[in-house]
């Protein structure tokens, strides 16, 4: 019998199939059934592709792992590639060179494999290598696939060309939305970008935890650096992504993710009092352990988490098992990952108040856009300059965050939060600029909402 993309797969049982073609769906329009693929196992538990595809997703793969080898040598050629790709993938210390090469080898022979593409992507997104997630969808040109890796390699103009093709053939499609998003985010389109993205949002009810909050991530970002009212970021706080939660099927730490990303953002603005309540409680479930150690963009952020509340002891063994998992990495990746290492040790000093401790780590050449190898997107990341900023004019380094800041504004000139960091560095320093820097910020915080 054949799958969706019309390749061959060795079983007699159509629900099979049926389970595993959904499972595709749900994984491509980031849907929260997605264990639908267990499905596909009991329908033919001798099934090697329904099995390997089952062992990605449980949190106990072994079994899935044995059923799937055990069957290998009556596996189509197509599942005998699935399987060699999807073993290496979720292998302990996998070696992530080796795992897109398997992909992209695949790709090159099953092209229409559009959930291998996905997982290809993923994992380039975890590598931080862009440049290797663009080769991979230019060969099929999928648009809300291709949209991404453009907007992270910066090419702002040819990511919305993509992001709305995909938005075009499919208005529902949550990957196409999520980039154009970004892309009216990066170029200070912020009122368009909330109005496109809550037009958009009466369409992500069927979503994932992290696909539905991270869509109103964005949207709370932009009424943030917008300066819209205040309330306007407390309502999605609350509304769209901690009342996620309340669902039956969601993932939680996939909300904490977004949760405590646009928390960091808030302390950051000086505006944390609004949020000291809903802080405490994340952190107390953050401080569970089975919440560590899953991706490293949410271990930065619980370490920071952790700190700011007081929580010392719990980031210092979140901490200490960060630096155990990179000593523990084949030599490549671990050298790759002492940047990520570094920044969250910045990350930890700096959710404890130790300032001049965290901009020593990080050093007088720091650029979070280097440390994509977190796994975390460029907007991700840039809260990361926004802290290095404030810790720079804090600590009295004007002249060094004035040259930073001037440097991002040539990107984004857009950002009140941005102007106002300048006004104080100016400021710091007694120059006459200061008055024309603050009308500028002035105009920009009643030009958006």
């Known amino acids: 019998m054949k799958d ?16 595993i073609n959904q499972y595709y769906h749900q994984v491509l329009s980031y849907g929260r ?32 792992l044995q059923a799937a080898n055990s069957n290998l040598d009556n596996a189509s050629p197509y599942e005998q590639a699935v399987f060699e790709t999807v073993t290496c993938l979720i292998t302990p210390n996998r070696d992530d060179d080796l ?6 080898k695949l790709l090159k022979q099953y092209p229409k494999d559009l959930v291998s593409l996905k997982r290809a992507q993923v994992l380039c997104f975890y590598m931080g290598r862009p440049d290797l997630s663009l080769q991979l969808v230019q060969q099929d040109f999928v648009y809300g ?24 053939i499919n208005n529902q ?54 300066n819209a009212p205040f309330e306007k970021v407390c309502e999605i706080y609350d509304n769209r992504i901690w009342k996620e939660l309340d669902r039956s099927d969601a993932t ?11 928390l960091l953002r ?29 991706e490293w963009h949410l271990d930065l952020l619980i370490l920071w988490a952790l700190a700011c509340t007081g929580k010392l002891s719990e980031a210092r063994d979140l901490l200490e098992g960060l630096k155990s998992r990179v000593c523990a990495m084949n030599p490549k990746k671990g050298k790759l990952m002492q940047k990520g290492l570094k920044l969250a040790k910045a990350v930890y000093e700096y959710g404890r108040g130790e300032f001049s401790r965290a901009l020593e780590l990080l050093g007088p050449d720091f650029d979070a856009e280097n440390c994509k190898m977190v796994g975390a997107s460029g907007e991700q990341l840039d809260v ?66």
């Not at 639908?36 to 793969?61: G, M, R, T, Y």
């Not at 004019?393 to 939060?417: C, M, S």
Request: net charge negative; hydrophobic share 45%; aromatic share 14%.
């Open 266 to 294: 808030v302390h950051v603005r000086g505006e944390i009092r609004f949020f000291d309540d809903q802080l405490n409680i994340l952190a107390g479930y953050l401080s569970d352990q089975s919440f560590w150690f899953l």
């Open 33 to 64: 059934k997605r264990d639908v693929i267990i499905e596909a196992v009991k329908h033919d538990p001798d099934c090697v592709l329904a099995n390997i595809l089952a062992a990605q997703f449980s949190s106990s793969p072994s079994s899935y």
């Open 145 to 168: 696939m291709l949209a991404f890796p453009l907007l992270e390699l910066g090419r702002m103009e040819d990511a919305e060309k993509a992001a709305k093709m995909g938005f075009q």
């Open 173 to 226: 499609d949550p990957w196409s939305q999520h980039a154009l998003c970004h892309v009216y985010q990066y170029e200070c389109r912020f009122k368009e970008a909330v109005e496109f993205m809550e037009d958009c949002s009466k369409s992500w009810g069927p979503l994932s935890s992290f696909m539905n909050t991270h869509n109103w991530w964005h949207v709370a970002l932009c009424y943030l650096e917008g």
């Open 384 to 449: 990361f300059n926004e802290v290095w900023y404030v810790m720079l004019l804090d600590a009295g380094h004007a002249d060094k965050a004035i040259a930073v800041i001037e440097k991002q504004l040539k990107k984004r000139d857009g950002t009140p939060f941005l102007w106002r960091l300048l006004e104080r560095g100016y400021l710091a320093l007694g120059k006459q600029e200061v008055e024309a820097i603050s009308a500028k910020a002035k105009a920009l915080e009643s030009a958006y909402f």
């Open 4 to 19: 969706k993309w019309g390749y061959e797969i060795n079983t007699d049982s159509s629900s099979c199939i049926s389970s």
């Open 99 to 104: 795992a897109f090469d398997l992909h992209f």
């Open 252 to 262: 939680p730490v996939e909300v904490y993710l977004n949760a405590v990303g646009l």
